[in-house]
């Protein structure tokens, strides 16, 4: 796995973290029960239950695995307080594309935080990226598969 800084508000390192201590409290023993059931029926070969909490235990290790790596090579996203001069990870960005009608809002967060139905885009998307470093009023163009959009940065907080 890569050692790339994983970047996270602190509101997204709690949920990993309760993500993960669900998976090692909760998922793990459920797991653990279900395979148990499922060898107390013999015949492993033929066992479509025994392989799908094969397969289960698998994936809720992985998961583990993944969460735990992400959480040890996690740095907060320090929110500031005050006036917003140029665009961070962390701040809320109010855009406008050029042409357009109607402003849209956007966090700016790391990759593994980014959901853009609620308004959280990844600083590795190509809109995050060139906002970052921006201030209000600049004018930025981003390479998207549908052509070049520019978008006027309105506000940020």
């Given at each position: 796995m890569?050692e790339?800084p994983?970047?996270?508000?602190?509101?997204?390192?709690?949920?990993?973290?309760?993500?993960?201590?669900y998976?090692?409290?909760?998922?793990?023993q459920?797991?653990?029960?279900r395979?148990?059931?499922?060898?107390?029926e013999?015949n492993?070969?033929?066992?479509a239950?025994?392989e799908?909490?094969?397969?289960?235990?698998?994936?809720?290790?992985?998961?583990?695995?993944?969460?735990?790596?992400?959480?040890?090579?996690?740095?907060?996203i320090?929110?500031?307080t005050?006036p917003?001069?140029?665009?961070?990870?962390?701040?809320w960005?109010?855009?406008?594309?050029?042409?357009?009608?109607?402003?849209?809002r956007?966090?700016?967060?790391?990759?593994?935080?980014?959901?853009?139905?609620?308004g959280?885009?990844?600083n590795?998307?190509?809109?995050?990226?060139?906002?970052?470093?921006?201030r209000?009023?600049?004018?930025?163009?981003?390479?998207?598969?549908?052509?070049?959009?520019?978008?006027?940065?309105l506000?940020?907080?």
């Open positions: 890569s790339q994983i970047y996270l508000t602190r509101e997204g390192y709690q949920k990993l973290l309760e993500e993960l201590e998976l090692r409290t909760v998922r793990r459920e797991v653990a029960r395979l148990n059931l499922a060898m107390d013999g492993y070969d033929e066992n239950e025994y799908a909490a094969k397969n289960e235990q698998a994936f809720v290790e992985g998961r583990i695995m993944m969460l735990e790596s992400m959480l040890r090579r996690a740095v907060i320090e929110e500031t005050g917003k001069t140029f665009v961070t990870l962390g701040s960005v109010t855009i406008q594309e050029e042409g357009g009608s109607t402003p849209e956007y966090q700016v967060v790391g990759s593994a935080e980014a959901d853009p139905s609620q959280r885009i990844s590795e998307s190509p809109l995050g990226q060139a906002l970052l470093g921006h209000v009023g600049d004018v930025i163009t981003v390479n998207a598969p549908d052509g070049v959009l520019r978008f006027r940065i506000r940020i907080e």
